[in-house]
């Protein structure tokens, strides 16, 4: 009885254990073999180039280019006393970057949310 036992919990165990193999959980990646681009990378307009974008997304807010980051102080100004962390602050500046780009000209190529879809435009390595 008592083996039984044992062996049933190991049996089970190891089927657990297997669970998840493969596919994004060997990388820990959600993203592996899609083609991501950064948020900044998506914003293109006519005659523009990389480092042109890059000042432009640096007016707008940006202190990290393409790869759209935000000081610490302009997230604790964008925060509101509801929210219960920096996601939904950080959301509305990303959404202001994305106005403010938009009223320089510049339209968005692919997938905001998901960040895939950029295509030779984008100009991204």
Same mark, same amino acid.
């Given at each position: 009885?008592?083996?039984?036992?044992?062996?049933?919990?190991?049996?089970?165990?190891?089927?657990?254990?297997?669970?998840?193999?493969?596919?994004?959980?060997?990388?820990?990646?959600?993203?592996?073999?899609?083609?991501?681009?950064?948020?900044?990378?998506?914003?293109?307009?006519?005659?523009?180039?990389?480092?042109?974008?890059?000042?432009?997304?640096?007016?707008?807010?940006?202190?990290? %280019?393409?790869?759209? !980051?935000?000081?610490?102080? +302009?997230?604790? =100004?964008? #925060?509101?006393?509801?929210?219960?962390? /920096?996601?939904?602050? %950080?959301?509305?500046? !990303?959404?202001?970057?994305? +106005?403010?780009? =938009?009223? #320089?000209?510049?339209?968005?190529?692919? /997938?905001?949310?998901?960040?895939?879809?950029?295509?030779?435009?984008?100009?991204?390595?």
């Amino acid at each position: 009885m008592r083996i039984s036992i044992y062996l049933t919990f190991l049996l089970s165990l190891m089927s657990l254990a297997g669970c998840g193999i493969g596919g994004h959980w060997m990388t820990g990646d959600p993203s592996a073999g899609k083609n991501v681009k950064p948020y900044g990378a998506h914003w293109v307009k006519e005659g523009m180039t990389r480092e042109s974008r890059r000042a432009d997304l640096r007016a707008c807010g940006s202190v990290n %280019f393409e790869n759209v !980051r935000f000081t610490e102080m +302009q997230i604790e =100004a964008a #925060r509101l006393p509801t929210d219960p962390n /920096d996601i939904n602050a %950080f959301l509305r500046l !990303r959404d202001q970057l994305g +106005q403010c780009m =938009a009223e #320089r000209g510049y339209r968005p190529v692919g /997938d905001l949310q998901y960040l895939t879809g950029c295509d030779d435009r984008c100009m991204y390595p």
